[in-house]
């Protein structure tokens, strides 16, 4: 069993940054591969990063790389996920995941995939 709980959401500007946190709490963090995703009002839950137990390994989605970077510190059991250069589209509920199913290296990119999840934080990004 792991809590997750994200924070760092917010308002900002087309073009701005922010960056997202997850603190796990529970059984040893280290023992999980994390996930990102996002839901924007009306679609579906989408993959936005994950990242291996090790951190040797991330995945991010194709439509987000050089924008979003995935990362992990499992000193303090906290996943983050840096966003740059924001655009309006990428408003959405952002959502951690934890999985520890998988290999040392697996990098899972599917919600079927993770068995906890965070409820959420906003990120509204204005034109």
């Known amino acids: 069993q792991v809590q997750l709980v994200e924070s760092g959401g917010g308002l900002v500007q087309a073009g701005g940054s922010l960056r997202l946190s997850c603190a796990a709490s529970g059984r040893t963090f280290s023992s999980y591969a994390m996930g990102w995703f996002r839901q924007a009002p009306g679609k579906e839950r989408e993959f936005v990063a994950s990242i291996s137990r090790s951190s040797l390994k991330t995945l991010h989605a194709d439509s987000l790389k050089g924008r979003f970077t995935i990362s992990r510190d499992n000193a303090k059991n906290t996943v983050y996920l840096q966003m740059d250069s924001l655009k309006p589209e990428d408003t959405a509920v952002y959502y951690c995941?934890?999985?520890?199913?998988?290999?040392?290296?697996?990098?899972?990119?599917?919600?079927?995939?993770?068995?906890?999840w965070g409820q959420g934080t906003q990120v509204t990004v204005s034109s």
């Open positions: 995941a934890a999985d520890s199913s998988g290999s040392y290296y697996a990098t899972p990119r599917a919600t079927y995939e993770y068995a906890w």
